[in-house]
């Protein structure tokens, strides 16, 4: 019987040794790497870049579209976490000849996040996640309308100085451009005819979008009120107007 639990304790100690020699040789080195990899570091971008080894959260900051290059998938191996935190579009695009969600391209429109995983074996990435976050726009929602009485033939309505547009004109439209606001939103554009009436407006922006695809001629009639909604998606204003208030 002594025997018997001397070779037990060996037993147990043994193990115990061969655990504790599995933990520190193979376990640990094998957490510290997945976390490496998860982890990795943060870069902030502020002009269109190709991704390096080491990224891992990447955070576009800028009013202009940029382009983030992804590498090889052979090259990238681990989880790439990247967020629009700009004013404008976000293409992530993948390596030559690669594609991503099966496209070459994804773009991301502000304050977007896709969690993006290299496919090896397919040379592909996959997107596990995307969403986009609810942030605070700078945008003047229930403020005043922003006012103004058109003079010149060009139209200029700036979208990030408030969501409403109240506009007179006084002369022929034959350009119209817009400025974006900060976020995707519903807006608003009232067009009243001056007491001459009679004024046209044209030259809308491509990126507007009427409904039935079809150009709006507003109402002529003197003093003549239309008003027009717009749905913003970061990209296109899709729009619809209601016409003849008087």
Do not use: C
């Amino acid at each position: 019987m002594p025997a018997l639990a001397a070779m037990r304790r060996k037993f147990v100690d043994e193990s115990f040794s061969s655990i504790a020699k599995f933990i520190n040789r193979e376990l640990v080195p094998f957490l510290y790497d997945l976390r490496q990899r998860v982890d990795g570091r943060t870069i902030r971008i502020t002009e269109s870049t190709t991704m390096e080894l080491a990224d891992e959260v990447v955070i576009a900051s800028s009013a202009s579209a940029l382009t983030y290059t992804l590498l090889s998938v052979e090259r990238a191996y681990r989880i790439v976490r990247v967020k629009n935190d700009g004013a404008g579009l976000l293409t992530v695009a993948a390596f030559a000849g690669e594609l991503v969600r099966g496209a070459s391209s994804i773009t991301l429109v502000q304050g977007a996040v896709a969690v993006i995983v290299p496919e090896v074996g397919e040379s592909a990435w996959e997107v596990i996640t995307s969403y986009v976050l609810d942030r605070t726009q700078t945008l003047t929602f229930g403020a005043t309308p922003q006012t103004q009485t058109v003079s010149t033939a060009v139209l200029a309505i700036d979208w990030s100085a408030g969501q409403k547009h109240n506009i007179t004109l006084g002369v022929n439209v034959t350009s119209v451009t817009f400025t974006a606001p900060q976020g995707t939103g519903n807006f608003m554009l009232l067009i009243r005819q001056d007491s001459t009436g009679g004024r046209t407006v044209a030259g809308w922006p491509s990126a507007v979008k009427w409904g039935g695809s079809s150009v709006p001629v507003i109402t002529a009639a003197a003093s003549a009120i239309d008003v027009v909604a717009f749905y913003y998606d970061g990209a296109n204003y899709w729009g619809i107007i209601s016409q003849g208030f008087g």
